[in-house]
């Protein structure tokens, strides 16, 4: 421990009290649908079980045109509420901040499993370099619902107790 002196020791982000510095970031998990589930629920939690002191929960959708795969939070209605509340409880109940990470793909979708891809949605119908497909271009009022769909995205994780987004 020498190495990393700090390592076991609180620190405070923003408004939220961290036990450690080991943070579980947010990745990808193909472990849920439309809204956490049983599955994601165990696998945060025991990462909270096992030390981490702060967890990112995988991104979401903040809007309906935000798909990039069928296995993918969506945080575009209050159906994910209760599954971010159990996500919350269950993390916090071993002392560990939970926060959210929202997301729109735009132009980066890539194709599913069976060959379909859904359609990709971006401010102008320019082909991203990472998974070359051909997005569609957004109209001004698109954009804005996709805007808004942040903040109301974030409001449902805050009310669903999550610490932060």
């Known amino acids: 421990m020498a190495r990393f002196p700090t390592l076991f020791s609180p620190f405070r982000l923003g408004g939220i009290e961290v036990s450690n510095r080991i943070v579980f970031t947010a990745h990808h998990t193909h472990l849920s649908g439309d ?5 994601l629920v165990a696998y945060y939690e025991s990462r909270a079980a096992g030390g981490a002191g702060l967890i990112v929960v995988e991104v979401a959708g903040v809007h309906s045109s935000a798909r990039f795969s069928s296995d993918f939070i969506q945080a575009d209605s209050d159906e994910c509420i209760p599954g971010y509340r159990r ?4 993390c916090h109940h071993h002392g560990c901040p939970v926060l959210g990470q ?3 793909p735009g132009r980066e979708t890539r194709g599913k499993v069976d060959g379909v891809t859904p359609v990709a949605w971006a401010p102008s119908a320019l082909p991203g370099e990472r998974h070359h497909v051909m997005p569609r271009a957004m109209s001004g ?8 769909g942040y903040g109301t995205a974030a409001a449902r994780v805050t009310v669903a107790g999550l610490d932060g987004v």
């Open 35 to 39: 809204v956490p589930n049983d599955d």
């Open 87 to 90: 996500i919350a409880q269950a």
């Open 102 to 104: 929202l997301y729109h």
């Open 141 to 148: 009022r698109l954009i804005k619902e996709v805007v808004e």
